[in-house]
């Protein structure tokens, strides 16, 4: 059963910082692995998806690594701001699955 | 091009009543999903519906049961409500084979059971 887990559950920054959330899958066999953001009480935004054959994506000061062997990614964001406050969600596909499977997610803050 | 939409955003039921989502997706979309989100159990995979047909369920009861119109619209329907279905509800949706599609998610139904 595939399973995902994501450290730190919470991190709290100053404005500027660049930074490091980490996914960690139990399976390596996946289609995908997507990264989401989650504002409070709001639905979920795409950020990044990572196909299982590529090694990384980037969007804006935004960059996801995705190393399956190991069963590990990661969403770097650089000079952070305190728009960036959210939760960040990781989720892949498994193999031969149409569901995604996520994980518990970083409540991150950015402090001005 | 406008972005998934769920009605209602909001639903107060109380036990043993019986509810029903609805979902739209992104024009075009053909696949919908519909996933549970609670505080202790985070995001839960409820079932996948693309072009009419379920797909994919996840490990709830029957009491959870959905269905995908023609044009791709989706409901969900929840009935003999019970305290412990109180969540986030939400569906994404993506072109086709969500499996190598991007998901994307609405602003989710918020259900609360008294």
């Known amino acids: 059963k595939q399973e995902v887990t994501q450290i730190p559950a919470a991190l709290s920054v100053p404005e500027g910082e660049n930074l490091v959330l980490n996914c960690s899958f139990t399976?390596?066999?996946?289609?995908?692995l997507q990264w989401f953001r989650q504002d409070p009480g709001k639905g979920l935004t795409s950020l990044l998806l990572?196909?299982?054959?590529?090694r990384e994506q980037t969007s804006g000061r935004l960059n996801a690594s995705l190393d399956k062997s190991s069963g590990r990614s990661t969403l770097y964001i650089a000079a952070s701001q305190p728009g960036d406050s959210a939760t960040y969600l990781c989720?892949?596909?498994?193999?031969?699955?149409?569901?995604?499977?996520f994980g518990k997610g970083t409540k991150l803050t950015v402090n001005p | 091009k406008a972005g998934v939409t769920q009605t209602p955003r909001y639903l107060i039921k109380t036990r043993g009543q019986q509810v029903t989502l609805s979902c739209s997706p992104i024009?075009?979309?053909?696949?919908v999903s519909w996933y549970q989100q609670t505080p202790g159990q985070g995001l839960q995979f409820l079932f996948e519906?693309?072009?009419?047909?379920?797909?994919n369920k996840g490990n709830f009861p029957g009491r959870f049961s959905g269905r995908q119109f023609s044009n791709s619209r989706s409901e969900m329907n929840v009935s003999t409500l019970e305290l412990g279905d109180s969540a986030l509800y939400l569906c994404?949706?993506?072109?086709?084979?969500?499996?190598?599609?991007?998901?994307?998610f609405g602003p989710g139904t918020r259900l609360t059971v008294l």
């Open positions: 990572i196909q299982s054959s590529q």
């Open positions: 994404a949706s993506s072109l086709e084979r969500s499996y190598t599609d991007t998901q994307y």
């Open positions: 519906y693309f072009s009419e047909t379920q797909r």
């Open positions: 399976d390596s066999a996946i289609y995908n």
């Open positions: 989720a892949v596909k498994p193999g031969g699955s149409e569901k995604l499977v």
């Open positions: 024009s075009g979309h053909r696949s």
